[in-house]
Nanobody, 126 residues
Framework: QVQLVESGGGLVQAGGSLRLSCAAS????????MGWFRQAPGKEREFVAG????????KYAESVKGRFTISRDNAKNTVYLQMNSLKPEDTAVYYC???????????????????WGQGTQVTVSS
């Protein structure tokens, strides 16, 4: 069982930056693939970024590539999402998620994840 708690969301102007954190409970954090997803009003939840259990492999949605960076600190049971050059279209509730490590290094589909945080709101004003 893993519990995830996101933090770091807020209101920022276009072009600004935010850093989201996701703290996980449990002793086996390092065995989980982690992902960040987001959901805007009226839209489906979409993949933003994912990171392998060891942190060596990452994957990004095309819409955030070059602007967002996912990282993890297994000693602190925490995964991060550094978001730079934010755009109004990045406005959404951001969720972190965890799934046990498997053959695939990074998982991009939401239904494959077992554990979810409560989400943190990110609002980018124009």
């Amino acid at each position: 069982q893993v519990q995830l708690v996101e933090s770091g969301g807020g209101l920022v102007q276009a072009g600004g930056s935010l850093r989201l954190s996701c703290a996980a409970s449990g002793r086996t954090f390092s065995t989980y693939i982690m992902g960040w997803f987001r959901q805007a009003p009226g839209k489906e939840r979409e993949f933003v970024a994912g990171i392998s259990w060891g942190g060596g492999i990452t994957k990004y949605a095309e819409s955030v590539k070059g602007r967002f960076t996912i990282s993890r600190d297994n000693a602190k049971n925490t995964v991060y999402l550094q978001m730079n050059s934010l755009k109004p279209e990045d406005t959404a509730v951001y969720y972190c998620a965890a799934v046990s490590a498997r053959d695939t290094a990074v998982v991009v589909t939401p239904f494959e994840y077992d554990y979810w945080g409560q989400g943190t709101q990110v609002t980018v004003s124009s």
